[in-house]
Each structure stands twice: as structure tokens, then as C-alpha cells.
């Protein structure tokens, strides 16, 4: 039975729009779900939409509708964009379904049927639209460090999670999983701040009712923090179906913005550890996206909508463009020109170019069919290090690595073309050492389609049509279909119109 692979993005707030920070985290777990697909696991992708809380049941006030039929419109606005975006999740989850209360009620019981939950005062700073307390040491001149606004001054009777329970049990979990949180610098932060101290925190709400009522005590609503990291065993079945749960859970990789650490590297396993659950065993903080050297937000006006880049460079070239233009981890600044750069000089020039060059070749001296005959020349050894290099880098979730090792297989493609000018062999009569190298050339056109299918899956399936193959390139199966020398000879090709047109450069 193929291996179970549980991959998750956080679920995102409806409170407005789906813009290209949040994409960049979805396209990247859409890229490792699609490659763990090709290695023939069975691959459970869960995103969706985080609907409680107050920030929530505000930003519903603000447009004169209820909650409910805020959270539906938004909700459908982010299927939408993933749609467009080819995301390929296998589940959407909405915090606001049955499925989710009845995991949520399932997973506190259990907790306060430990023992670690118990009702106290709450006196002290909050963040709307963090949903999140502050000490008072952590604000910044007295604002949310965050969001640079007021925080809210709070006096409440809240249920308490006894967080401060956890603290060693936390550092001897991580300290026997050291590769629990990535990248390193993430793991040392958590680290710092478990050592630091834990303080039990408020689990439940009496101000608001937009929210999963507490199971023992229904005037309580659940903290929108609780509510929404346990999405993730909600998914897997915890409450609904037991063997799917045993399979799935704990989740294989979950990834989040660095901004969303402490809840997913502090809180979250520590809940599970009072929930006698199983811990993620990794989880993946990026960095952010800016744009102009800031982080987008609705009042900096620096937004960007996927649609609108979709419009223009396709989804190919978006997907592309996220994957490769910043490492996975540290913050990355978006700029349009050097999205238009990028698309001319990977996709246009690089790859789309080579796919054109070598098919219009093989079309021409080759009558349009794969030759029998290979050169097995340097492509050969190229090929094998792009496959070890891109491998190796997708284990660490190294998105941009494992494109360029693609790339400079490309590159290697290319230049071998030029050094051996199968042009002047086809002017020599030298028919077969000129289908020799070109046979090498749609061999390695073969291997490089299959390792960046996961992130540019259209104009991959479109050249794997063009390579002659008649199945669906998400058929083929990893690591096998990377061995050399499998193009079968005789496979028809086609020519076709460029896989990427080259952009202008607007001034
Ligand atoms: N609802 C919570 C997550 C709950 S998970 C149990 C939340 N939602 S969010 O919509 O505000 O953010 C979701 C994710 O988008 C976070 O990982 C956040 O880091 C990411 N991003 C939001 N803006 C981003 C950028 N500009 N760049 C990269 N990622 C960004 O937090």
C-alpha cells in the first residue's frame, strides 16, 4: 500500500482577499504535494479557511452581514484563486462545518479530561487582528509589534490551557527531533522562547459567541488559536473516522509563515502532548514576502492579487516565479521587473527555447520520430546529478535549489547543442551521429519535464504530449521514470507554438 504523506498550509482568514503571500505558501505545498504524488505516495493536501473569532465577526459587522455569510463569500474567493492557481489539494477545510466542531469539542474533552485545562482571570493586552495576548514587555511603544496598532486592554473569565506544564517536555521533544522545526534559525527561536518560560494561556471567550462552544461549558466559546490549529487533526478524521486518522496523523510536513511560529511550534504540539496525540513531524516557517521592502497589508496598499500576475505570465509562470526566486525560508522581496527578467530568462529563453529548438530539429533530420540511436555523452552524467540535486534539494523543501539543478541541466542541454552543431552532421549526411545527439537531447528533455512537473504542471504536460507520450506525465513514477535512456525510439513528436512567449520589458 503506497505511503501515507500529510502535507498542510495554515487556513487563512476570510477577512478579505487572497493575495500572493498567502499564494506563495499554498503554490509551495501544492509543489511538494504534486511531488510526493510522482513518487507514488498517497497524498492527503489539506488548505482552507480559518472563519471564527472576532477579527471575523468584526470585519462581518463592518459590511453589514452576518458572520456566516461573510465567511461563505471569502471562503469562496480563496477556492477560487487556488482554483486558477492549479492547486491540487485533496481537502478544503472550513473551520465553520460540523466536522470541525465535533473535532474541536472532541480534542478539548480530552485535554480537560487531563487535567490541563481550568478556569481563571485573564487581565491584559490584545491584538484583534493578531488574535493574540501581549505581555507588555513584547509591545512597542505600547502597540502590537505585529500590526504596529493599539492593542485592546482585556479583563475576562477565560478556561486556562496549562502551557507552563509543557515547558521541559517540550525542549526533550525537540532536543530528541531536531529536525522537527526548519530551518534552524526558526528551531533556535522556538527554542529561546520555550527556555524563556511558559505561561498558561486563555483557551475560551465569554465576549464573543462566533466561535465552537467549550464541550463542558457551553457559554464558553473556544480562542480562535485553539479552534484553528486542530483544522489539522479535524482533516485527518480525529472524531470521524478512525482509520483514516491512525493513517494520516501525525501530518508529514506542515508548513506556515514565520509569523504563525509560536502557535505552531509552542502551543500546538503541547496541546497534542495534552490530547495524547502524535506531533507533526516537521514543521516549515518561511519567511515573508514584501513588496518594496515591506510586508503587504491592507493599509500600506501593497496588496497584489494573483489574478492579476496569473493574467500576465500565466500560471506556469507564477507558480514558477515564487518557487525560484527566493530561497524557501528567509523573506523575499517582490519585484515585477524581476518577475519579467526571470520569465524571459528561465522559461522563455531557457527551457521553452530548448523544448522548441530541439523538437523543431528532431522534426526536421529526425522525420518527426524519436531516434533509435543515443550519443550516451556528457548528458548522461548531467542528467544523473540534476535527478541527486533536485532530490536531495526537495527533501529540505529547498524549492529554489531543486529548480536551478533542473535548470542547469537545461543549460547543459543547450551548450551541448551548440558543441556539437547537429545542424552541420544533418548538412554532412551524417544521419546517425546527428540522431545520436539529438536523441541525447529529448532524453534529457524527458528527465527535466518530469522534475519540474510539480511546479510548472501545464507546459510540462503539454511538452510530455509533445515528446510523443500518450499517458498523463502525473502517471509517471519517481525515481524510476528518471533513470536514463527511457524515451522510447519511434515516439512521434510534435512542434508546437512557444511554450512560453518571451515578455517585453514594459519601461
Ligand atoms: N488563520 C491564521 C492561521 C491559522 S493556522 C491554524 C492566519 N491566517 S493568515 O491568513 O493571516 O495568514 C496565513 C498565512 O499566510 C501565514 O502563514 C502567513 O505567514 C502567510 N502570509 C500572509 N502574508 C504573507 C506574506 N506577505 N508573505 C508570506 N506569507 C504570508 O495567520
Known amino acids: 500500500m503506497a505511503k501515507p504523506f500529510f502535507v498542510t498550509t495554515p487556513i487563512y482568514y476570510v477577512t478579505d482577499a487572497p493575495h500572493i503571500g498567502h499564494a506563495y505558501t499554498t503554490v ?92 481563571g482571570t485573564y487581565e491584559g493586552e490584545y491584538c484583534v487582528p493578531c488574535e493574540a495576548y501581549y505581555n507588555a514587555d ?38 530528541a527531533h531536531p529536525h522537527a522545526i526548519e530551518p534552524e534559525s526558526k528551531r533556535n ?45 479535524t482533516a485527518a478524521g480525529l472524531g470521524a473516522d478512525d482509520e483514516s486518522f491512525a493513517r494520516f496523523w501525525p501530518a508529514d510536513v506542515q508548513l506556515i509563515g514565520k509569523d504563525i511560529l509560536r502557535f505552531h511550534a509552542v502551543f500546538w504540539p503541547a496541546m497534542l502532548m495534552a490530547a495524547g496525540l502524535e506531533l507533526p513531524r516537521k514543521i516549515f516557517a518561511h519567511g515573508w514576502l514584501l513588496v518594496g521592502g515591506e510586508k503587504m497589508s491592507k493599509t500600506s496598499l501593497n496588496q497584489i492579487a494573483p489574478e492579476a500576475l496569473v493574467e500576465e505570465f500565466g500560471v506556469d509562470g507564477f507558480r514558477y516565479h515564487f518557487m525560484a526566486d527566493q530561497r524557501f525560508g528567509p523573506d523575499g522581496d517582490f519585484s515585477y521587473e524581476s518577475m519579467v527578467t526571470r520569465y524571459n530568462s528561465d522559461l522563455a529563453n531557457n527551457f521553452g527555447n530548448l523544448a522548441n529548438r530541439v523538437l523543431n530539429m528532431a522534426t526536421n533530420y529526425c522525420d518527426a520520430l524519436v531516434p533509435l540511436g543515443r550519443a550516451n555523452g556528457p548528458l548522461v552524467a548531467a542528467s544523473e546529478a540534476a535527478v541527486r540535486n533536485a532530490n536531495s534539494c526537495m527533501e529540505s523543501l529547498d524549492f529554489s535549489g531543486a529548480l536551478s539543478a533542473t535548470w542547469d541541466l537545461m543549460s547543459a542541454t543547450n551548450a551541448y547543442v551548440e558543441a556539437s552543431e547537429p545542424w552541420k552532421l544533418h548538412k554532412r549526411s551524417e544521419t546517425e551521429a546527428c540522431a545520436a545527439v539529438l536523441g541525447d537531447c529529448l532524453e534529457t528533455l524527458r528527465i527535466a519535464t518530469l522534475l519540474a512537473q510539480a511546479v510548472i504542471p501545464d507546459a510540462t504536460s503539454e511538452l510530455w504530449r509533445r515528446l510523443g507520450f500518450g499517458d498523463h506525465i502525473s502517471a509517471q513514477r519517481f525515481p524510476d521514470a528518471l533513470v536514463w535512456g527511457q524515451l522510447p525510439a519511434g515516439n512521434v513528436l510534435t512542434k508546437g507554438d512557444p511554450l512560453f512567449p518571451r515578455k517585453d520589458v514594459v519601461a
Open 189 to 233: 527561536e522556538v527554542l529561546g522562547f520555550i527556555r524563556g518560560g511558559l505561561r498558561d494561556f486563555s483557551m475560551s471567550r465569554t465576549s464573543i459567541t462566533w466561535g465552537v462552544p467549550l464541550p463542558w461549558d457551553e457559554g464558553h466559546v473556544t480562542y480562535v488559536w485553539f479552534d484553528a490549529l486542530i483544522n489539522y487533526c
Open 28 to 119: 509551495a505545498a501544492d509543489v511538494l504535494a504534486r511531488w510526493r504524488r510522482l513518487h507514488g505516495d498517497d497524498v492527503k493536501f489539506l488548505t482552507g479557511t480559518d472563519e471564527h473569532g472576532l477579527k471575523i465577526q468584526r470585519a462581518a459587522e463592518q459590511h453589514g452581514v452576518t458572520p456566516n455569510e461573510w465567511a461563505d463569500t471569502t471562503s469562496q474567493r480563496y477556492r477560487d484563486t487556488w482554483a486558477l492557481l492549479g492547486i491540487s489539494y485533496d481537502d478544503f477545510i472550513r473551520t465553520t462545518e460540523p466536522r470541525h466542531r465535533i473535532a474541536v469539542q472532541e480534542f478539548l474533552q480530552r485535554i480537560y479530561n487531563a487535567g490541563d485545562i481550568e478556569l
Open 138 to 175: 513584547e509591545l512597542e511603544a505600547g502597540n502590537c509589534p505585529i500590526h504596529l496598532r493599539a492593542v485592546d486592554h482585556v479583563v475576562e473569565e477565560n478556561y486556562f490551557f496549562r502551557l507552563s506544564r509543557y515547558q521541559q517536555r517540550l525542549l526533550d521533544y525537540y532536543a
